[in-house]
């Protein structure tokens, strides 16, 4: 009933920037909670950063002061906006949300991911 789809992936020289998108569509109630995940080739998927649904944003260390995420709830959006890219950045990004559709529970979804490369 939920899908999201992430778009804004590409390739980057490092130093630059990128912003993804991620857009909630179907049967949805509300949207808690949403987030960036990542995973680079032969590791684990890591969370970049999270928004809550006041606006309360965390990140990981390795992206603090370089990512912002945000959301637009009207149009059932997270962003990501990526700077100072880094050839370590470079991963598939997957946005994550919290979404209440049919009934009272909140589930968890998950986009198909993008293709961030950045290169050095």
């Known amino acids: 009933q939920v899908q999201l789809v992430e778009s804004g992936g590409g390739l980057v020289q490092a130093g630059g920037s990128l912003r993804l998108s991620c857009v909630a569509s179907g049967f949805i109630f509300s949207i808690n909670a949403m987030a960036w995940y990542r995973q680079a080739p032969g590791k684990q998927r890591e969370l970049v950063a999270t928004?809550?649904?006041?606006?309360?944003?965390n990140y990981a260390d390795s992206v603090k002061g370089r990512f912002t995420i945000s959301r637009d709830n009207a149009k059932n959006t997270v962003y990501l906006q990526m700077n100072s890219l880094k050839p370590e950045d470079t991963a598939v990004y997957y946005c994550n949300a919290r979404v209440r559709s049919g009934g009272f529970a909140f589930g968890d979804y998950w986009g198909q991911g993008t293709q961030v490369t950045v290169s050095s």
């Open positions: 928004i809550s649904s006041g606006g309360s944003t």
